[in-house]
């Protein structure tokens, strides 16, 4: 028979969690992968259409100049560079460059650039896209 665990929690509340920079960095670079991978299976459907029906191009290109269609070509762009940026932050990190493994505050700070770097590259690639 199931007897009640008592003062301990019933169900695990994540908002309770204070994640450190780090972990929500990692976190994020799994949601943007797969961000990417939604995004380029979109992306390889819209080159088919371009490469089966030529004749369907002006079509095509009127969907991405379409406000929604731009905001998911961002999207995809964004979720590309930032899971780049962060993936090469993982691999600095995992080759232990720069002693960041060791010392926590240059952990903490290589996740402050990155996000920094991101930052200022969103900007550009709405200004540039959009």
């Known amino acids: 028979m199931y007897q009640h665990p008592g003062n301990k929690p019933v169900y695990l509340n994540l908002r309770a969690f204070?994640?450190?920079l780090n972990a929500i960095l990692s976190i994020l670079h799994r949601i943007s992968g797969v961000l990417v991978v939604v995004s380029l299976i979109f992306g390889l459907v819209w080159l088919n259409l371009l490469l089966l029906q030529p004749e369907r191009y002006q079509q095509t290109w009127a969907?991405?100049?379409h406000p929604l269609g731009k905001v998911l070509v961002i999207a995809g762009a964004l979720?590309?560079?930032f899971h780049w940026l962060t993936g090469l932050?993982?691999?600095l990190m995992e080759h232990n460059v720069?002693?960041?493994?060791?010392r926590l505050d240059r952990a903490k700070l290589s996740a402050q650039g990155v996000?920094?770097?991101f930052a200022i590259w969103?900007?550009?690639v709405i200004w540039r896209l959009w």
């Open 79 to 81: 979720s590309l560079s």
């Open 18 to 20: 204070r994640f450190p």
């Open 122 to 124: 969103s900007v550009w």
């Open 98 to 102: 720069a002693q960041m493994l060791t």
């Open 63 to 65: 969907w991405l100049s």
């Open 115 to 117: 996000l920094v770097i």
């Open 89 to 91: 932050r993982h691999l």
